[in-house]
């Protein structure tokens, strides 16, 4: 149960928030600041199955940054962030700390909303829904990009061509561009086409060698082309569906693989209160022992948090998932969220691997079988003004695969958090 300060639930007016405001009317909109703080404590239990050892932790994350417009056609914006794990212990891993470094620095020539514009520098990105460029926001020090867009708009088409990098975080100094491990090519939506129903296609191209984290032989060289239809459907229904093919190396194999997506949901009036239930699966190919190429799907630069079930125990690798939710809106500031998953390979041979894409464990003789597990969470939010506070539980319960290649821990997940953002 998430109790809250009675002056939040009062409507209480943050005096931080209020200068902000006046500091963009004062300014016509030119200038905007950004102030967001974070805690979270969370309890890792059964960590990679009993493979590391069990965590608690306190993570800490402060952003502070500005957005100044002197014309239409020109926007400059900046973001420092000092992330800590305080109580971890050295060293933390870079997931969790980065000491005060430069999350954002980029411009824009020409409106975002214009028929053209440019921008460059580091920047957060996000397209579609985050399964194939994405900076996850839980993660403590959260990724982004060194990248180049042009960007072109004409009423309901948009096309992206752009370049994006993921920030390699170093810990211990500055996070420097290194474009070892990079993503070009074009993203692009059409939007109401058609009875609301929108359409997103994208050609990328993923290159990664030695400098930008490659580790194995060779180098990764995969073309990515996939589609996205997402719009409503009658009765208040909603769907969406994203299919994924790749060809290229991935390392010295050749690379044929694929993934997709699909999705169905619908808001329920109970009482005054409304249920949004949900419910998807998915699936990314995996290579079979002995082939002569690989057909183990690149995740890219995805954000995997809540895809694969509240923990993040996995990856878009390899795997099967049927996922469904239920996100009840008590009021309108407080919701309680519940998730079932159920993870399967879709190669008994192929490897099971983790939100990052790096192996967990491996049955090449494939006699593990398939069923990795399931997984129940439970989590609530609540939002007054400036402030959110969290509160969630996860549990996951390990099918054969695990039980047979790692020593078969079931993972634990419980955290609390709060957040105070300023925009």
């Known amino acids: 149960m998430l109790i809250c300060p009675s002056f ?16 963009r009317d004062a300014t016509s909109d030119r200038l905007a600041v950004h102030v967001e703080e974070r805690t979270r404590w969370e309890e890792k239990y059964g960590v990679t199955f009993g493979n590391a050892v069990n965590q608690q932790d306190m993570l800490s994350r402060i952003r502070i940054g500005m957005q100044y417009a002197p014309v239409t056609w020109l926007t400059f914006s900046g973001m420092g962030q000092d992330a800590r794990a305080p109580f971890y212990g050295m060293p933390a891993p870079n997931t969790m700390r980065d000491p005060m470094d430069l999350q954002e620095s980029w411009l824009t020539l020409g409106r975002d909303r214009g028929p053209l514009s440019f921008s460059t520098g580091r920047r957060m990105l996000n397209y579609g829904e985050t399964r194939v460029i994405a900076a996850s926001q839980w993660s403590n020090t959260s990724r982004t990009f060194d990248f180049g867009r042009m960007r072109y708009n004409s009423g309901h088409m948009t096309l992206d061509g752009l370049m994006a990098s993921p920030v390699i975080v170093l810990p211990n100094s500055f996070n420097t561009p290194e474009l070892g491990n ?68 991935l390392g010295v194999p050749d690379q044929r693989a694929w993934a997709w997506f699909s999705s169905i949901s619908r808001p329920v009036d109970i009482a005054e209160h409304t249920l949004t239930l949900s419910g998807d699966y998915k699936g990314a190919s995996g290579s079979r022992f002995g082939s002569d190429h690989s057909a183990t799907y690149d995740q890219l630069s995805s954000a995997n948090h809540d895809k694969f079930g509240h923990e993040d125990l996995f990856g878009w690798r390899n795997l099967k998932t049927f996922k469904s939710q239920a996100t009840l809106n008590l009021t309108r500031s407080c919701a309680w969220n519940a998730i079932y998953s159920d993870e399967n390979l879709y190669s008994a041979t192929d490897a099971l691997y983790n939100s990052s894409g790096s192996k967990i464990s491996i049955s090449t003789s494939g006699k593990a079988g398939t069923h990795v597990g399931q997984e129940l969470d439970s989590f609530m939010t609540y939002k007054a003004g400036p402030y959110t506070f969290y509160a969630g539980f996860g549990h996951f319960f390990k099918g054969g695969f695990v039980e047979a290649t790692t020593p078969g821990i079931n993972p634990r997940y419980f955290y609390v958090a709060q957040e105070y953002v300023i925009r």
């Open 182 to 249: 990079r993503m070009w090519g074009t993203y692009d939506v059409f939007s109401n086409v058609w009875r609301g129903a929108s359409v997103d296609t994208y050609a990328l191209r993923h290159s990664q060698n030695v400098i930008g984290g490659w580790t194995s032989k060779g180098t990764l060289g995969t073309n990515t082309f996939g589609t996205r239809f997402y719009g409503p459907l009658p009765e208040r229904f909603a769907y969406s569906l994203e299919a994924i093919g790749q060809n290229g190396h």
């Open 8 to 23: 939040l639930a009062q409507g209480w007016q943050d005096p931080a928030q209020k200068a902000a405001d006046e500091l």
